[in-house]
């Protein structure tokens, strides 16, 4: 019998140093849900995820001691602040289920990924950012989804965006905005495999001010059977792979396809995404079990 550890950081008040956003709070729990639906199909797998800490028991150490009761621990949880990172610190590289801490590190920052991206040819929102004429956009250097991300018509307010974030000690990131379809690539990653499981269609708006809110996501953008897109995106997700050691298990990759310039990664996320949720009914195959599979696999 396999042991999992389901672990879900917003719900447990993992946010209590500030307000919790509730969409990001909706998609954790979601996330966490079908984590657990999947697994309870699978024979010789208990999963434990009805559990508290204890009073006055931080985060980290309530994930360390319930991770040593367990085979493995699968964590859902944002890069912001250096939570996925910390908490991979807690449970440790033989139980985590997921990427390794040195991908961790890098795909929570946006500069560092796109600095690692840039330098494997990965096209990037940065490529000709001196001679970019269009809108601009600034975010939080670590954050997750859409959260507090501005569109500026201009550069000289989207530099007094990031000043006034930067003096007020938010870590936040300047790149140029990038038109085209909002997408994301669902990957199942391990060592020197790599298999797009989904290419999906991401409902960003923008606002009057400025501010980009995301609205869901839909499976199946992409065709790979049919679109002559998918040899080129397959491309892309083997490129991105090379640039960043450590990808495992689940990974999500948000990109722009341009009209002109093809397929622009925006970010990485080193973890479960939203477009998780659904998926294994829509392919019709377990990702659990798959990814389980992955993890002994590397760990045999």
Request: with cysteine; net charge positive.
């Amino acid at each position: 019998m396999q042991r999992v550890f389901v672990y879900e950081y917003l719900s447990d008040g993992g946010a209590a140093d500030g307000p919790v956003h509730a969409d990001m709070l909706r998609a954790g729990l979601a996330m966490r849900d079908a984590i657990v639906s999947d697994l309870l199909a699978l024979p010789g797998v208990m999963t434990t995820r009805a559990v508290r800490p204890r009073r006055g028991e931080p985060a980290s150490a309530f994930v360390q001691r319930m991770a040593a009761l367990h085979d493995r621990a699968w964590i859902v949880a944002p890069e912001t602040g250096g939570v996925l990172a910390q908490l991979h610190e807690a449970v440790g590289p033989a139980r985590w289920i997921g990427c390794s801490a040195a991908a961790i590190r890098t795909a929570s920052s946006k500069r560092a990924t796109l600095a690692a991206l840039a330098t494997h040819g990965v096209p990037t929102p940065l490529d000709g950012a001196d001679a970019h004429a269009g809108a601009w956009v600034v975010k939080p250097d670590d954050g997750a989804g859409a959260i507090d991300t501005r569109v500026h018509a201009d550069l000289s307010s989207a530099r007094a965006d990031l000043r006034q974030r930067q003096d007020a000690g938010r870590p936040a990131t300047l790149e140029p905005w990038v038109e085209g379809e909002a997408m994301s690539m669902s990957l199942l990653a391990g060592g020197a495999s790599l298999e797009a499981l989904a290419y999906n269609r991401q409902d960003v708006a923008v606002a009057a001010d400025g501010t980009l809110a995301w609205h869901g996501v839909r499976h199946g953008a992409v065709d790979p059977r049919r679109d002559p897109r998918a040899p080129r995106l397959h491309g892309l997700a083997a490129a991105v792979a090379r640039a960043v050691p450590g990808l495992r298990g689940y990974v999500g990759i948000d990109f722009v396809w341009h009209p002109t310039r093809g397929p622009v990664v925006i970010e990485i996320n080193p973890r479960l995404t939203s477009a998780y949720v659904g998926l294994s009914k829509a392919l019709r195959r377990n990702l659990a079990a798959a990814v389980l599979a992955l993890h002994a696999k590397e760990a045999g």
